[in-house]
């Protein structure tokens, strides 16, 4: 609040003054009725640290501000940059303020989070994938037989790895997932419909690359920053919403782990000279279940084509003699798998 002291003559009354919009400025005396001066009205005069305003129509009629805060509001009103400008500054202020939050929660802090996570030791992984691993058979059924001969399988692929442990589940979808904690789930609706042992070895070197990388557990790290940012700023639990917002933020890192983790079981094949083919299959035999599937930027994974088309340009660029001892070592276990499927049936 302003004060001055209004002269009319030798009355002197001490008074508030409020700039208003649109050029009116406000003079609410302590006692009596108040009265407006419009911009256009006045004059002013700025002399030995005190300000004169007073009305062209009335000289006699001024104000008189020896405040040095008043002093300089009124003459930032008096040019036009009157409480418009500070609210205008106040609103920016916030926006900026938002944005640089928004900033750090979007861009800079799911990195920080990510090389943290790459700190922790690796028993975090362990103790999340073995949480999520007993909960497994209340959600699937397990199929023992085929996943004794899996765990051949991926050990066969990788000899000396004894860590991996692959679970065949009864599930339609086409699909598959790694845990943290090295062990990976197969639904045998996608093991059944594979025509090569070469699409089953790309698939594991694919899903172990999840766990070389550890990006569960960098996805976790990421999303647990950014929800407790964002409960700070806000002073209350974060709920659904701030969830959702996680969530869509780390789709684009989910679609960069799946393209490392294609880029890691293709040189896998090339390395254990396995068929490249498997891996462009692999997609067409994915692509061909996915339906309607989301925009990319909506999506965990990247599009379908677009990595098969990767795939198939490693294919066309790699060059090397197939191992025909393992190819054929793995086909047979990919063999008995399916003929267990189709006793089963």
Known sequence: MLTAVYCEGEKKIPVKLLPRKKGKLLLKPFSGEPAHWHLSQINKEYSNGQLRVWLLSHPSHCLLINEPEAIRDIQLWLDGKSAGLSTFAILLGFVVFFFLCFSAWW????????????????????????????????????????TRVMNNFVHTLFPGERQWKVHVVHASE???????????????????????????????????????????????????????????????????????????????FSREAELESDRYAIDMLAKKRIPMSGMVHLFDLLGSAKGSAPPEWMSTHPDTKVRRQYASEALERLTYKNDTLLCIKLESMLQEMQKESSIRK
């Open 107 to 146: 861009w800079l802090l799911p990195p920080l989070a990510e090389k943290l996570a790459i700190r922790m030791p690796t028993t975090l992984d362990k103790k999340i994938g073995d949480a999520m691993e007993k909960s497994l058979s209340l959600t699937y059924l397990v199929d023992t037989a085929k």
């Open 174 to 252: 086409y699909n598959a997932f790694a845990m943290p904690n090295a062990s990976i789930v197969v639904f045998d609706g996608l093991l059944n419909h594979m025509q090569s042992s070469a699409e089953l070895a790309a698939l594991l070197g694919h899903e172990t690359a999840h766990v070389r990388y550890r990006h569960a557990t960098k996805a976790m790290a990421r999303e647990w920053s950014g929800t407790f940012l964002l409960s700070l700023l806000t002073g209350f639990d974060t709920g659904v919403l701030l969830h959702q917002g996680a969530e869509l933020r780390n789709l684009a």
